[in-house]
């Protein structure tokens, strides 16, 4: 249609919102091992806040990783997913810059203190938070990563001990909090917590 | 300087709308393929609201930013739109989607063709060529990347390797092409 040269121009200056556009059916791998280190427009158009408003870091595992294990934590602990989920947190936080509203931590990858206090700090205008696993998470950990997430609405989390206690971290902490996902039965300790919080709305997804 | 797109059904009674390229091509398509490009629906509804269209087939709407081969290959991709626009729901189709891309695969027509959807507001279109660029970024290296759009990485050297060394991690298992 047109000759080489002028092509290599062009996708050297595309225009930006067309480059935001074709940057939304790209996975997070691909924006942050590809498409940010491209050229410099490249970049730019990669950090619109629009292609981060939700973080999936589900997707990591979507094409390598095809017949994933149904239990989590079935990736067993190593140094290594350790970093890498580190260094997936750093990454995306340099190029999101604050604007994810929307985490979702992967079912099958440990999630320490130090990740989520770590990107909590970065992304302070969360509003909605699915962890699909924090067996590895202390009290003290999670109360430290809630303080920053003042704006969260919505949680999604698995089973666990004295629910009282982190309701009331969030209520004291997160004042627009109002939807509880449950990934595990309904037992007392949560009936009787949601008695007591009427305004909040509570689903489960556990096995009946 | 006619180009008249071919009609499977001569017969058939359907309007016709005047296309006119940056290079003063006319275009005659069906009212049905045109009315895909919002921006020409929206031309037409207007000049209908002007009491204008009376005149029918008799409009030329010009499009100056979108060159003759362009619109040629966008209408004859949507003649060929699949009625329902339903998701690909099994490998086998997503297969056959995605050699269907490649078709438009050279990254100069890409360019052309992404521009002139995004101008014409033709969704459809823009979301196909959109994948089939994102089909040749999925699970790529930068090298490959650059080299298949023709980019010139413009980093300075320090941020280069700057960011080399902070994705690091990153580059495993990428596709080898």
């Known amino acids: 249609m047109r000759n080489k040269s002028s092509s290599v121009y062009r996708w050297n200056n595309m225009d930006y919102d067309i480059l935001v556009k074709i940057f939304m059916s ?6 942050i091992s590809v498409v940010s280190q491209v050229c410099s427009s490249w970049r730019s158009a990669c950090c619109d806040p629009i292609l981060w408003k939700k973080l999936d870091l589900c997707i990591q595992i979507s094409d390598s990783c095809i017949y994933a294990p149904l239990q989590s934590d079935a990736w ?11 260094n997936i947190l750093k990454t995306t936080s340099n190029l999101s810059q604050g604007n994810v509203t929307r985490l979702i ?7 320490e203190d130090e990740h989520l206090v770590y990107a909590a700090k970065r992304n302070r205008n969360l509003k909605r938070l699915a962890l699909p696993i924090w067996s590895r998470l202390t009290v003290r950990g999670r109360r430290k990563a809630f303080k920053y997430w003042k704006g ?7 089973d666990f001990k004295s629910p009282m206690k982190l309701m009331k971290a969030t209520g004291t902490n997160c004042k627009n909090f109002s939807e509880l996902k449950l990934t595990c039965n309904l037992n007392l300790d949560y009936a009787l917590l949601l008695s007591m919080c009427r305004s909040l709305r509570c689903s489960v997804f556990g096995p009946q | 300087m006619s180009n008249t797109s071919e009609n499977p059904n001569p017969s058939s009674s359907s309007a016709k709308i005047t296309l006119k390229t940056s290079d003063n091509e006319l275009f005659e398509v069906e009212e049905a393929v045109a009315m895909k490009f919002c921006t020409v629906k929206q031309y037409f509804e207007d000049e209908k609201d002007n009491d204008v269209a009376a005149r029918g087939s008799s409009t030329v709407i010009p499009l100056p930013n979108v060159h003759s081969a362009v619109l040629a290959r966008l209408i004859s991709y949507c003649k060929k739109l699949p009625q329902s626009n339903a998701v690909a729901d099994n490998h086998e189709e997503e297969e056959t989607k995605k050699k269907e891309r490649k078709q438009y ?21 823009l979301e196909f ?21 023709g980019i010139k990485g413009d980093f300075e050297p320090h941020e280069e390797e700057k960011y080399r060394e902070e994705y690091a991690w990153a580059f495993e298992g990428v596709d080898e092409d």
Request: hydrophobic share 40%; no cysteine; glycine share 4%.
């Open chain 1, 26 to 31: 790209l996975n997070v791998m691909d924006l």
């Open chain 1, 152 to 158: 969260l609405e919505s949680l999604t989390i698995p």
């Open chain 1, 105 to 111: 931590f992967n079912f099958f990858e440990y999630v």
């Open chain 2, 105 to 125: 695969g050279t990254p100069g027509d890409l360019v052309d063709l992404i521009s002139a959807a995004n101008y014409l507001d033709f969704k459809e279109g």
């Open chain 1, 76 to 86: 067993s602990y190593s140094v290594s997913n350790n970093n890498r989920l580190m």
């Open chain 2, 129 to 149: 060529f959109n994948q089939a660029l994102a089909d040749h970024i999925q699970n790529k290296s930068v090298e490959y990347v650059r080299k298949f759009f």
